[in-house]
């Protein structure tokens, strides 16, 4: 399926561009940021219950992360992101900026976008956001000097702070998702073969499990909205990541929503162009996408009532609204113009798919993963390794319930 959608001379260049990026400097790059999240997450969660969290990041060629638990040792689980995962990641968020700058430029997406929300105060004509000096990470201030020295004209302070923002949040958001997993012990729900002591949940669509329709006819529907349910537990973390590091501002939110995009853009190609269920351990990304984009536009505006940024949450939906939309646009078309065949004629298939041209086949398939994380949701509480956590936000929302 995927092959059709993508274009072969892309992919070509893709792998070109591939020869190129040092996996070294890859590594380099996000080995501080999984440090910091594991000695935080060891600090708050694993530590007081006597456990201790790891992560490797593995020579692997595959586009992968993996939450593994021994049972035997469940509270030394590991978090496993593949080279090629990272690389993946580190390709996008380095041309994310680029290709942002080349459609706001050349086409009138950004343009007529800005002009639907009066070109109010919150929307920017460029490709990225404008990065306030004290907004940028600190892995943009420790690499900035490095790249001064070489820089290509075109690429703006803000260009390059985007690059390494969208880096770091898409890393953490892909950590935190496999830490739901763990936290929410998903292991414990999954059927272990006779002799089995190691249980991994893989982000990897192959890894289909052995436990089909023979032992339990709803496993994959359980399986997708389990996933569901760790990217909601991902996104909570990330805001608290984003509180804690300082990146909780318009650019960060923005890019994260972008980043979040643009990695269900990646899982979706292997997918169908329709709402039907398959039988694989994860939900259509556009679905998982839906949820993720609720509950983080939700979280975002209580987080700012919160933290005495604004007073009352019709205060910043409109911007809020706009970053969510736009960033879905960008996202897309991102996706599109670096993979797929595009002519810039018809909508792509994700984002036609995302449309209300199929609001309804989508929102049945949104309905049919609330019933069964609803389903799972008592259980999983009871397992869930700390209290409070998001399950009782969620549940408050009433998200996508009939
Ligand atoms: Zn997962």
């Known amino acids: 399926m995927s092959q059709q959608r993508n274009s072969r001379e892309k992919l070509n260049r893709i792998i070109e561009e591939n020869q190129h990026l040092s996996i070294e400097y890859i590594e380099q790059l996000a080995t501080p940021i999984l440090d910091d999240l594991t000695s935080w997450v060891n600090r708050k969660f694993y530590n007081p219950l006597n456990g201790e969290l790891n992560y490797e990041i593995t020579l ?6 993996t939450a593994t638990t021994n049972v035997l040792d469940p509270m030394h689980p590991v978090i496993k992101i593949t080279l090629g995962m990272l690389r993946e990641i580190y390709r996008d968020a380095f041309v994310f900026p680029l290709v942002s700058d080349i459609i706001s430029e050349s086409t009138t997406t950004v343009k007529t976008l800005n002009e639907q929300f009066q070109n109010l ?75 089995d002591s190691i249980v991994s949940v893989s982000e990897i669509q192959e890894a289909v499990d052995f436990h089909s329709k023979t ?35 318009m650019p960060g939110i923005y890019l994260l929503m972008c980043a979040q995009e643009i990695m269900f853009h990646r899982f979706f190609q292997s997918y ?104 799972q949701l008592e259980e999983i509480k009871s ?3 700390c209290s409070p956590n998001f399950i009782e936000y969620f549940e408050g929302l009433r998200l996508y319930k009939k």
């Open 272 to 375: 169908p162009e329709n709402f039907e269920i398959p039988e694989i351990n994860h939900p259509n990304p556009v679905v998982r996408g839906e949820y993720v984009q609720g509950y983080l536009t939700n979280l975002v505006l209580d987080t700012l009532v919160k933290n005495g940024l604004i007073s009352d949450r019709k205060d910043a939906a409109y911007p809020i609204t706009y970053l969510s939309i736009r960033a879905s646009s960008m996202a897309g078309l991102f996706w599109a113009n670096r993979y797929e065949e595009f002519d810039g004629g018809e909508l792509p298939t994700f984002m036609r798919l995302a449309s209300k041209e199929n609001h309804e086949p989508k929102m049945q398939y949104v309905h049919t993963m609330r019933y069964w994380i609803d389903y």
């Open 60 to 65: 692997d060629e595959r586009v992968n992360a």
């Open 121 to 195: 105060y919150f929307t920017f004509d460029s490709g990225v956001p404008p990065i306030h000096t004290n907004q940028q990470t600190k892995l943009f201030n420790l690499v900035k000097t490095a790249y001064d020295e070489r820089r290509h004209e075109k690429l703006t302070d803000d260009m390059l702070g985007a690059r390494f923002m969208m880096f770091e949040l898409m890393v953490v958001w892909l950590y935190f998702h496999e830490l739901g997993h763990l936290l929410q012990r998903h292991f414990l729900l999954k059927i272990i073969q006779p002799g």
């Open 215 to 249: 032992t339990d006819e709803n496993y994959f529907l359980k399986s997708q909205a389990r996933e569901i349910l760790a990217d909601l537990e991902g996104v909570d973390l990330t805001v608290s990541y984003m509180l804690k590091n300082k990146l909780f501002h």
């Open 383 to 385: 397992n869930h390794l």
